[in-house]
Every structure is written in C-alpha cells, then in structure tokens.
C-alpha cells in the first residue's frame, strides 16, 4: 500500500496495487462507478457506499474512507462494484459487484481476472453454475481463490452523435 498526497484535492490518498483483467485481457479503458460496499452476513447493505477509482495498476480511495472500510473488515462482509465501458458491437457499461476477502487492505497486491460467459473459450473452460461472470483473486503466499459473483447488467447508454 502506498500513501500519496493529491494536491489538487488536498486530501491523502490510500493507493493500493490493484490489477484487473477481463477475458484475460487488462482493459484498455478504466472502470468507472466504482465503491466499496458493505454488507451484514445476510447481504444485506448496511453501510454508506465507500468511492474509490481505478487505473490501470492502481486502485486509490480517500483516507476518509479507508479508515470507514478497515474498521468495518472483521465484522462486516466487503464488496467492490464497478461499472466497464464495452464498445463493440454498441456502447454499454457492464457492472460487476463482488465480494472480497476482508485482509485485501493488508496485501501488497491483488490481481482480479474476470471470465465471462459470453466468451465461448470462457464457457468450454469454466463451470459457471448459472452465473453470467465468475472471477479469481490472486494474492501474494496464496493459491487463487475461485469466487463466483452475481449476474452482471447491462446498461444501454445512447451516444450522442454529434
């Protein structure tokens, strides 16, 4: 984890080394609408929504709300959600939402693939018990950890032409 301080915002950031690939590829776009979310162990939302961005390599959240989630991650279950911009054959953001294991803030790094369905190599490879996407965590002195996450939603964006 690396601190950094954002003039522009006057305001520290917690920065930590985070890696997202889809289909085995790493997005070419950044994700956007992203937030740490958390909930009760029935999934129920308990708290306020925790923002954080995302560039490739780099996941940041303000000191405010890594404060929030680490004093929540012993007692409470921790999901990130986060919307990708997909172009072809039309624009559409997919969202993903999906728990993580409450000691990520503790890591040097974490590598999240996604694979989903609509790949057909995908769905020769994986068994996604119903689901429409399905990821792996990869963690420093850990085996990957195969998690399946909630159907992904697509959310048709008109782009204006001119």
Not at 74 to 80: N, P, Y
Not at 85 to 96: C, G, M, N, S, T
Not at 131 to 136: H, I
Request: hydrophobic share 40%.
């Amino acid at each position: 984890m690396l601190i950094s301080f954002n003039a522009h915002t006057q305001q520290f950031t917690k920065q930590f080394n985070f890696v997202l690939q889809i289909d085995d590829e790493i997005p070419e776009m950044d994700i956007h609408d992203g937030f740490f979310i958390v909930k009760d162990s029935t999934g129920k939302f308990i708290k306020d929504q925790i923002p954080f961005e995302y560039h490739v390599g780099r996941l940041m959240l303000p000191s405010e709300g890594y404060n929030k989630l680490y004093t929540m991650l012993s007692k409470h279950r921790i999901f990130i959600r986060f919307k990708l911009r997909e172009l072809h054959p039309q624009a559409f953001d997919v969202q993903y939402e999906g728990e993580i294991p409450f000691y990520f803030l503790n890591e040097e790094y974490l590598i999240c693939r996604i694979y989903n369905i609509k790949s057909k190599e995908n769905r020769l490879k994986y068994n996604f018990r119903g689901k429409k996407y399905l990821f792996n965590l990869i963690m420093p002195g850990t085996a990957m950890i195969l998690l399946t996450w909630p159907e992904s939603t697509k959310e048709e964006i008109r782009l204006n032409q001119h």
